[in-house]
T-cell receptor
């Protein structure tokens, strides 16, 4: 039962353009959503989060959008840089104090 | 990220042996979470511990797996009688007493290979 889904296993974007990574969830009890970035042989690094009371949160080049009615969130990276090449995981939790449920990840490659 | 220390980084065990994975949380952190990542999959929650207490072990397999976080020393994830299917990357994360997941930092993981 995959409660958090990332349907695109990979994404390739040219440097300077926008990267859009998508994530869908099925459990309406989730109220906190996070994005993590992961390089090979390293642990996930927290990027940005959003609570269900908001529909947008922005931090520098990273913006997360939440559409509760569609149970969908997306991460926008603009402008994309080669150093952004990594696997991106979305995750969800209930109440911001519970365990994280992760998606399967999207591998982003930013090329010059 | 570098503050959460996991060791060993790589562990090779033969089928039937025991595996012990260690996680030293960041200084001042009293909450530890263990996750497992199978090849080509996302991270799956296993267990959530506070010092000397298991808070949530709903993701732990019923047999062969156990975890502890003693008053002193690292958190230990123990896998008895390992099988090939246990081969995975095991990550721990630690957080301060608030238990807020956004304040959790992950270690670099232990890659377990069962041969």
């Amino acid at each position: 039962d995959q409660q958090v889904k990332q349907n695109s296993p990979s994404l390739s974007v040219q440097e300077g353009r926008i990267s859009i990574l998508n994530c869908d969830y099925t459990n309406s009890m989730f109220d906190y959503f996070l994005w993590y970035k992961k390089y090979p042989a390293e642990g996930p690094t927290f990027l940005i989060s959003i609570s269900s009371i908001k529909d947008k949160n922005e931090d520098g080049r990273f913006t997360v959008f939440l559409n509760k009615s569609a149970k969908h969130l997306s991460l926008h990276i603009v402008p994309s840089q080669p150093g952004d090449s990594a696997v991106y995981f979305c995750a969800a939790s209930k109440g911001n104090t519970d365990k994280l449920i992760f998606g399967t990840g999207t591998r982003l490659q930013v090329f010059p | 990220n570098a503050g959460v220390m996991q060791n060993p980084r790589h562990l090779v065990r033969r089928r039937g042996q025991e595996a012990r994975l260690r996680c030293s949380p960041m200084k001042g952190h009293s909450h530890v979470y263990w996750y497992r990542q199978l090849p080509e999959e996302g991270l799956k929650f296993m267990v959530y511990l506070q010092k000397e207490n298991i808070i949530d072990e709903s993701g732990m397999p019923k047999e062969r797996f156990s975890a502890e976080f003693p008053k002193e020393g690292p958190s230990i994830l123990r896998i008895q009688q390992v099988v090939r299917g246990d081969s995975a990357a095991y990550f721990c994360a630690s957080s301060p007493g608030t238990g807020r997941v956004t304040e959790a930092f992950f270690g670099q993981g232990t890659r377990l290979t069962v041969v």
